[in-house]
């Protein structure tokens, strides 16, 4: 499988060319079927626009091409976080404390791996979350094998589109 820091040095820079913000880089899917997936935002309004997902796209395929970093043939995918975004650097637990979120552990902390509620935010190199059951928990980022934001109504409020401006002229077939 391919060297995702590696992949993440070649694409990083691509993003910062367009202000974009990388988010995650990562591979899924089997030698038969891998799909290459980048994440990317605009750090002041922390969304990518269709147009945005198109100029990384164009930008990444000519770097990787002649990169050729990936032995097998894959399919790549470019796209924004979404709303029930994953939370992948130590500032993202800081940037969305107050809403709630399930973070998975490496190793077991108390015997559990997986923690849900809300962030508190960031304690030195801990990340803080409420949780209903256990008070607060203090996860070491560094332990922390993934995390996300929960869906939840305050967090589509929160994020909400930047504009909506023509939604309601949008037609569908049927």
Known sequence: MADIAALTSLIEPEAKKLGLDLVRVAMFGGKSDPTLQV???R???R????????ELSRALSDVLDEADPIE?????EVSSPGIDRPLTRAQDFDDFKGFDARVKV??????????????????GQDVVIADPKLGEIAIPFAGIASAKLLLTDDLIKATAPLSSEG????QTEG
């Open 39 to 41: 994440m990317a935002e």
């Open 43 to 45: 750090p002041d309004t």
């Open 47 to 54: 969304q990518l626009t269709l147009e945005d997902c198109a």
């Open 72 to 76: 097998e043939a894959y399919r790549l």
């Open 106 to 123: 490496a190793t077991p902390i108390d015997k559990r791996k997986q923690f849900e509620g809300r962030l508190v935010g960031l304690a």
């Open 167 to 170: 939604a309601d002229s949008i």
